[in-house]
């Protein structure tokens, strides 16, 4: 542990450290608490770990990225030469998502929710795919190029609808 200067011109002692680090931890939980589902997201997105995934990125960050998303919004994923755009319609409980794929391509796409199983589709031969009735959740979304030993998986970064 590291010396702390005191008020009055010494030097903290460990204990010392040990109580104002427990403090600040208090600090930060009663401010910023950590998520109630957070142990579950972190699952969730392990469960990816043993598969041969591509991770996309960000492409645009707007109101929805990050964490949670609101009725209507767009958003877009990029990982080498794949780019992956929703958007999202909230119909009820459940959100309709409108995709589209860059290059454009028959490609297989899964989206997943937590707690809620998988939902496939084929993207059309203009990159183009629908999945109706996705319910609220930890969503990732995961694109499947090619056949066999070529095959490739992205996968994007969760994000809870």
Avoid: C
Avoid at 89 to 117: F, N, S
């Amino acid at each position: 542990m590291s010396d702390i200067g005191t008020p009055g011109g010494g030097r903290a002692m460990p204990d010392d450290d040990e109580i104002l680090l427990a403090d600040i931890g208090r600090f930060l939980d009663e401010i910023d608490p950590p998520p109630d589902d957070l142990v579950q997201r972190v699952q969730f997105a392990l469960e990816l770990e043993n598969l041969d995934v591509e991770v996309a990125r960000w492409e645009r960050l707007d109101e929805l990225a990050g964490v949670r998303s609101t009725a209507t919004g767009t958003i877009t994923f990029t990982v080498s030469d794949l780019t992956v755009m929703i958007n999202l319609t909230k119909i009820g409980k459940t959100h309709r998502i409108d995709g589209w794929l860059v290059p454009a391509g028959e490609y297989e796409v899964e989206v997943r929710v937590a707690e809620q199983g998988t939902f496939a589709t084929v993207a059309d031969e203009g990159g183009r795919f629908v999945l109706e009735s996705v319910p609220q959740g930890t969503t990732q979304i995961l694109v499947h190029i090619g056949a066999g030993p070529h095959r490739r998986t992205v996968v994007t970064p969760t994000v809870v609808l």
